[in-house]
């Protein structure tokens, strides 16, 4: 939808690692090539993510679970030999409350991008004092990248 009167911003970015159950089979910096989809827990991050997931698994392959709920990602997680790709703020908030591995990918998926919408406004002071404060907090996230220009 486009509307005159509201600006798109892409405000961070960050990318995607693959997390795996505590002790599988999986560990290392590992190529997508080498990913059983049967131990897939599959998440449907946004359309680049999804094109690069059919190139190198195809549609008609069955992950272990789809899920919709990144609330249940934790659950799935604690099953053996599993693994899903996850943005990088995903993967180390995972890593402080359960028990899994984090890897980076070669031939990862594209990075993840976030946007905030802004309206045309006479409130731009207080817009500004909103992103300057959204910035701290970005900058201390491990592997994110804050794309709000100061």
Known sequence: MFFNNIETIPIFKEAMLL???YGSKYNGELHPSVLDVADEIRLPWNPEYDLWHNFWFRSTLQPKVFLDQMSLLEYFMRQENVWAIVPVSVAYHLKEISNIEVHYIKDA??????????????????????LALLNE????????ESLIKE
């Not at 991008?113 to 004092?129: A, G, M, R």
């Not at 907090?137 to 994110?144: D, E, H, M």
């Open 19 to 21: 997390v795996t159950s």
């Open 109 to 130: 998926p594209p990075d993840r991008f976030i946007y905030y919408l802004v309206k045309e406004s006479n409130k731009q002071e207080t817009i500004d004092k909103f």
């Open 137 to 144: 907090n970005l900058l201390q996230i491990k592997g994110l």
